[in-house]
């Protein structure tokens, strides 16, 4: 079975002629195709602060744990106390026997909860017993004012390495916000960005189509796919970028999982398609009329509309053109 691309049912839903002499055109890469590059080299950097950002926030969390956990450690080198040290006895035993409880209970807890945050609350709840043992000890212990003091100088280091990350951080959330709203684009995560090479390629077996979606994003509500489409702006959502969408959609369905929706993009202004049965059902259809016209080898104009033919990048080689 001769795969489809979702770019041939773009071309098909516009004029089946046009997709019929589309099929002997050399590739070449047109002002729109350099655009979509653009675009994705911006997805591209917009997924990249994205993560950066992550990985910065939790550096200056750690970062700043470390410099407190170091400064109280030293303060309590410089002041002797038995009573703190022994509520800090009671207190770390008091989180080590709740680390205990979501260790005893893991498992059915990890039924309702994700299993990664009882993890982490695991290890929250075990490190800070441990800290507060560590102060345990060190209050009870006589002064030693030079280790104290060297420990509030490491602090201090610590806390102006945070700083500097704290500065990436925020340099991250300014680049992240200002191509978030160059893109307009919905609130997730990139997990796909079409940059003509080396993305992997859609396919969808059981319908035999394949494509690229220019970036697919993993919102709340699901996997959305998202199509570019450059040059003028229509007055509404043309009918044969829909069914473009739809078979990206279809190929996230395959791939992923049912999308509830699929962006179409022109310039500034963005259309929502929901995905729903019956437009796959005209999607479907469209697959079935391109085989038969490839087997059969007979293809031509389906429409009247002189306009068409005058937007129609095939017009100078077209037979049936009507201007
Ligand atoms: S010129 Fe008109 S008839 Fe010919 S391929 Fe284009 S849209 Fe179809």
Redesign the pocket.
Known sequence: MEYISAGDIEKYS????????SRKERHKESAGVKKHREISEKAREYQKSATEKKKFENVVLYYSFAATVIALVGISFIYSSPVLSRVFIVVSLLWLLVAIYILWRYEKYALIWNRKIMERMMVVFSLVATVFSIFAVTFFLPPAYMLGYALEIASLIWLIVATYFLNLTLRNELKYNEIKKELQLPDGEIVYVDDLEKSPILKSEKYGIWGRPDLLIKTKSGYVPVEIKTGRIPKGPLFSHIMQLTAYMLLVEENYETPPYGILKYGPVIYKIDYDEDLKKILLSKIKEMRVAIMTGEV????H??G????????DI??????
Do not use: D
């Open positions: 516009y004029c089946p002629l046009s997709w019929w002499l031509h104009r389906n429409h509309r002189p068409k033919c005058a937007h129609c990048s095939r017009r077209c037979p049936e053109r009507l201007s």
